[in-house]
């Protein structure tokens, strides 16, 4: 399935009564701010944005985005890819002070709204706080060693040893 990309800028200033509905891919590649949580930025987002202005004049973003992005593991420290999905509604204003009395809002600077920034927010929202692979990917049962390749894991001493000897000598 081919999906056109969208496009990166939608300019307020020519959208009709009807607005407008978007439908299409973004790419990942180049969205800095998402790339500090990714192990890699490849592949795309997809979305689905309907941008209207309501009848008091207010411009209204809504839509859901989705993509499956490359996360490091927290428990193996490996790449895990997790689907995320985000739907959202958002006012459009012209600047920052305009932002007050609204939930969620976003500027467009010089009536543009930027489509992109839009989606990489949104996404980054979505972010789990902790990436793990599934219960049944075997991550959990792997036992990492990070000490020079070839070194064998070093024996730990049971810290509460010293515990269970005192504990041996009261019953005595």
């Keep these: ?20 509905s978007l439908t299409g891919s973004m790419p990942l590649a180049g969205r800095e701010r998402l790339a500090g949580s990714l192990v890699e930025s490849t592949g795309t987002a997809s979305a689905d944005i309907r941008v209207s202005r309501e009848p008091g004049g207010l411009v209204i973003a809504e839509g859901q985005v989705d993509a499956g992005l490359a996360l490091q593991c927290q428990r193996c420290l490996g790449t ?32 543009r709204l930027d489509v992109f ?38 024996e730990r001493e049971n810290p509460f040893a010293v515990l269970a000897e005192l504990k041996r000598r009261d019953d005595h």
């Design 80 to 111: 895990v890819t997790v689907p995320v999905h985000a739907d959202f509604r958002v006012v459009v204003v012209a600047t920052e002070a305009d932002t007050e009395g609204h939930d969620e809002a976003v500027v467009a600077l010089d009536d």
């Design 117 to 154: 920034a839009l989606l990489e927010d949104e996404l980054i929202l979505e972010l789990p706080v902790v990436a793990l692979h599934d219960a049944d990917s075997g991550c959990a049962d792997s036992k990492q060693h990070f000490g020079p390749p070839g070194e064998p894991e070093p």
């Design 1 to 20: 399935m081919h999906e056109e990309t969208l496009p990166q800028f939608v300019d307020l200033r020519r959208l009709g009564d009807d607005g407008a």
